[in-house]
């Protein structure tokens, strides 16, 4: 009774929504500016950085505009899914067609950093972090489905900028043998961070997913292990839209997310998540 008096109360709150199909939009991000770095001039100058400065140097590079012009428009995509009643909505929701990299169009690279780092940007650009199960539906409606590319760990060499800069290079020849396009949803050559309930607990981890293969299956399972500071060539950063819709009505993500019955739509967890976000330390 409590759970659909919850449901009850969103949908009144937001009866004066404007109900229908969802427009077309952009994350609140500042234009490029013309003198911005390059994606390999940015990446050289951060190499040698200690963790904390370079993480500080991505949130600035980032959150000033500089990365390429097709980060910026969202895919629009939609899917049906039930609630925790097993009640079905249409759901419809926005996605940036790549991961977040630095750079220009012509000289870009797709860039790893921590959860906090990635929180702030969300932020800032009024979208969200992805969940697990947006992870694979977005794998299921890709465009363009590359195989994941890893390297061997060798020391902490998967965790250096040159690592990066390498991973960023193969994905990019990959995408021109399958003759795939900036601006098409490109999956499989990343493994996500993600939100989930485990955060309310886990404030110190930052929790990974995806890297799905060509045949659906992701190579990682979610997974909190990592201390929130490790980030490695794999870890990729893709934003989703802020306000989705639901059965025509606009909601937020981090409003389904902590709601008892919506959380399912987004979520294959067992508890809706109270903390749906990473907090800077």
Known sequence: MQLRFSLLLIFLFLSFSVIGQIKETLLKIPERKANAETGSEFMHRIK???????????????????????????????????????????????????????????????????????????????????????????????????????????????ESVEKFVEHNNQIELQKKEVGGQNGQLIAGIKKDIILSHQLIDLSNKVIIYGWHQLDGKPIQPVYAGHVDWYVDYSHGIRLMGQTMMVDGMELSVTQILRDPILFKLLSREDDPMLQPRYFEK
């Not at 899914?81 to 909505?89: R, S, Y």
């Open 48 to 158: 040698s950085l200690p963790l904390f400065e370079r993480e500080e140097e991505i949130y600035k590079a980032l959150s000033s505009g500089n990365m390429p012009d097709f980060l910026r428009k969202l895919v629009i995509i939609r899917g049906d899914f039930e609630d925790a009643l097993g009640e079905e909505h249409e759901v419809i929701y926005q996605a940036m067609p790549d991961y977040l990299a630095v750079g220009s169009n012509e000289d870009y690279c797709r860039i790893p950093m921590n959860p906090q780092t990635a929180q702030k940007l969300a932020d800032l650009f009024g979208g969200s972090l992805i969940t697990a199960k947006i992870s694979d539906h977005i794998y299921d409606h890709a465009t363009i489905k590359l195989a994941p590319f890893f390297y061997k760990p060798v020391g902490n060499q998967n």
